[in-house]
């Protein structure tokens, strides 16, 4: 099933989809208010994006400087070809260790690597301690936001899953309660992990340490307690100096929740003491995207969320709407960019309206890579046939006038006579819920004619 | 000075009098005014589907038909976009285009950027609501966006402003895309539906009485979804509204 199929099941509740947008658009807001309250805010995304482009053309020398720089500080570094590399590090180290119970905080990288599912089968507990992260784990759902991951549920529908999994109150879903329960039951966990896993939000070259952003300190708790901590990062997480960590950080807090600063920004340059930090990095197709020029901005993303926030179509369908890990425009070109044939829809499920490139703090050109990836999908013959055939006869009257005259013309003369039963017959999807223009007599051209006369 | 008019292929089709009015609003401001017969599409419609090929025979043939004239104007911002913003991937290079790319304007902006018309002898005495399509928006910056930190404008106010009576009305959200998108319409049909009337709720609970912009192809949806629910408000062209063609009802 394509994006537009599944969007459609969702705007079908029209309630709680809207419920949905205003949810999303009220944060769109809390950014808006943050970024205008900031002068220089067009100047630092500029120099975000500038830092990137810089960073990404000379990525193989900065991820060796910040290798060397992590060593010297004691850290361990590996490197990991894609996520089942990854994964196998992640395994390996936990079982080096004994571990056998792992808390993880926020990572989107973990999710594409589908770390979890590959550790429980592996026999690992693993908890996910963000919030949203756990809720929608205790469900056995998907993140269907980056920033927001249960932004999809109810608070009824918190409360409900609380009750089977924490014995919560029966129909108790008053947000302070569960939080409190939540809490609980993480401070469990957080006692009695044997590791933790982090994802890396950015990692510094010039310091070879990584740095990572939470709202609920939940990365720091988890890492504090046990004496192995593993932090997963994409090759992209690289910044070359301590000094441009504050762009990114004062433009990631406003974008992605209007905060001036996340809570936490927890700086690890050392393992606690007696403990080990492991530092994996991951290409998992990063490389391919860096080498086409088309798409290697994607890489630029600091995974704010405000892209998924702004765009009116996210907003309307829900992130499970487009089937990839990542949704909205992001998620909808670099999924295309990693495998165009199952992500075909994405480049489509968008009206190309240029909102998420402007809110983007990294000034990613996202719809112009979503447009460009249109064309790929024609390239490699994945649009389906009868649009194809539509717009190649369309292309073909286009080209010549009187064609193009007579067609419209006869459009115009024709369908108004016709029963409304057939013009708003079930091939015609536009007349679904709206009413076709009112088709007048006379075309421009021929009233340009007879003015002239 | 001589103008090109450019009419998109569809408005030359359904939407005659939003044209015309296109053609007077210029023509009243004595401006010389050609229309080239044998224009077509600018081929948007293909280049949003992906058809590189087919956009760019079309561009092509767009660039043959107005290279010559110095200023070519239309009634669309999101036909002005692929001229100016999307035909470089396909005429870069070609004799001509720095021209058309650099002398293509949407109407308001035209008349905002070149004539700087002072007063319209044209009155409207409704409550308008203006509606910020995403390419002109966007993409030629007719506006500031809400996304940017950047000074407040909007060429679309500043030229409306002109007209005699006029009243504006706030939305809640000024410039959310309709949902129309071209093939998105209709390939993403309930999305699409429901920006739609997220969008024409927004104007109708600001109390609106009409729905303007420089683009119709986003008006012809949201007045689709207008006549099927039958709302009480209506869209209307901006050329319309400064051509003076308000007769009195609406
Ligand atoms: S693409 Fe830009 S706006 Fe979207 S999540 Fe990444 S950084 Fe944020």
């Known amino acids: 099933m394509g994006h537009s199929e599944k969007a459609s099941k969702f705007v079908a509740n029209s309630e709680r989809m809207h419920w949905h947008d205003k949810a999303l658009w009220f944060v769109r807001e809390k950014r808006d208010l943050a970024a205008h309250q900031l002068d220089e805010w067009e100047e630092l995304r500029r120099v975000a994006s500038e830092i990137k482009s810089h960073t990404m053309d000379r990525l193989d020398y900065y991820l060796e400087e910040f290798e060397k720089n992590a060593k010297q500080k004691g850290l361990h570094i590996h490197w990991a070809r894609d996520a089942r590399e990854h994964n196998e590090i992640v395994l390996n180290l936990l079982l080096a260790h004994g571990a056998k119970r792992v808390v993880k905080s926020k990572s989107m990288l973990t999710e594409e690597c589908h770390l979890n599912p590959f550790l429980e089968k592996n026999n ?6 963000d919030l949203g992260e756990r809720i929608v784990q205790l469900r056995r759902e998907a993140p269907s936001h980056i920033v927001l991951p249960a932004i999809h549920l109810k608070k009824e529908e918190v409360g409900k899953t609380f009750e089977e999994f924490l014995n919560t109150q029966k129909d108790n879903c008053d947000p302070t309660y569960l939080t409190r329960e939540a809490r609980k039951h993480l401070r469990e966990k957080f006692l009695t992990a044997d590791a933790s896993i982090t994802g890396v939000n950015f990692a510094i070259a010039q310091t070879g340490g990584v740095v990572v952003c939470t709202n609920e300190g939940n990365a720091d708790i988890g890492t504090s307690l046990p004496k192995l901590h593993i932090a997963s990062m994409g090759i992209e997480k690289i910044i070359p100096r301590l000094e441009d960590l ?4 004062r433009l990631l807090a406003r974008s992605a929740t209007g905060q001036p600063i996340t809570t936490y920004t927890s700086h690890f340059h050392a393992p606690i003491e007696g403990g080990e930090l492991h530092i994996i990095i991951v290409d998992n197709g990063r490389s391919d995207i860096l080498s086409n020029s088309d798409f290697k901005e994607s890489l630029h993303c600091i995974r704010c969320g405000a892209c998924l926030n702004t765009c009116p179509v996210y907003r309307r369908s829900g992130g499970y709407s487009y089937g990839y890990i990542i949704p909205g425009p992001i998620g909808s070109t670099l999924g295309a960019s990693r495998d165009l044939q199952a ?15 402007n809110v983007c703090p990294s000034k990613i050109g996202l719809h112009n890579q979503l447009y460009k990836h249109r064309q790929n999908v024609v390239k490699a013959g994945l649009l389906g046939a009868k649009k194809r055939a539509i717009l190649k006869v369309t292309a073909w009257v286009m080209k010549h006038p009187l064609l193009f005259d007579f067609m419209g013309l006869v459009v115009r003369k024709i369908v108004p006579i016709l029963p409304r039963s057939i013009v708003y017959s079930k091939a015609n999807v536009w007349g679904r819920n709206r009413e076709l223009p009112k088709f007048p007599k006379k075309s421009f051209k021929e009233l340009y004619k007879e003015r002239i006369k | 000075m001589k103008i090109g008019l450019f009419i998109p292929c569809f408005m030359n089709e359904l939407y005659p009098e939003a044209s015309m009015a296109t053609l007077r609003v210029l023509e009243n401001l004595g401006l010389d005014v050609e229309y080239p017969m044998n224009q077509t599409c600018c081929g948007q419609p293909m280049a949003n589907s992906g058809c590189y090929h087919k956009a760019k025979e079309l561009a092509k043939r767009f660039l043959k038909i107005f290279k010559d004239y110095d200023y070519i104007v239309a009634p669309s911002g999101s036909c002005v ?9 396909f005429l870069e290079g070609e004799e001509g285009f720095e021209q058309i790319k650099n002398n293509t304007y949407e109407l308001v902006e035209f008349l905002h950027d070149v004539i700087k018309p002072t007063t319209m002898s044209v009155s409207f005495p409704y409550r308008v609501g203006i509606h910020n399509s995403c390419h002109g928006h966007r993409e030629l910056g007719m506006a500031s966006m809400s996304e940017r930190n950047l000074p407040e404008f909007s060429k679309i106010k500043k030229i409306l402003s002109l007209v005699n009576d006029i009243e504006f009305v706030t939305l809640r959200r000024n410039d959310e895309c309709c949902g129309f998108g071209g093939i998105f319409s209709v390939t993403e049909e309930a999305v699409s539906v429901a920006m739609g009337i997220d969008r024409v709720n927004d104007h109708l609970n600001a109390k609106a009485e009409v729905i303007t912009g420089i683009d119709m192809s986003c008006l012809m949806h949201m007045q689709g979804i207008i006549d099927r629910q039958k709302l009480p408000i209506k869209t209307m062209h901006i050329a319309q509204i400064l051509a003076g063609d308000y007769d009195g009802t609406l």
Do not use: G, H, W
């Not at chain 1, 504050?246 to 950080?249: A, C, H, Q, V």
């Open chain 1, 124 to 129: 690992i507990e693993i908890v996910d301690t």
């Open chain 1, 246 to 249: 504050s762009i990114f950080t």
């Open chain 1, 343 to 357: 992500n075909k829809t994405l480049p489509f499920a968008c009206t190309l309206c240029a909102s998420c490139s």
């Open chain 2, 81 to 89: 976009a692929m001229v100016r913003v999307n035909y470089a991937q």
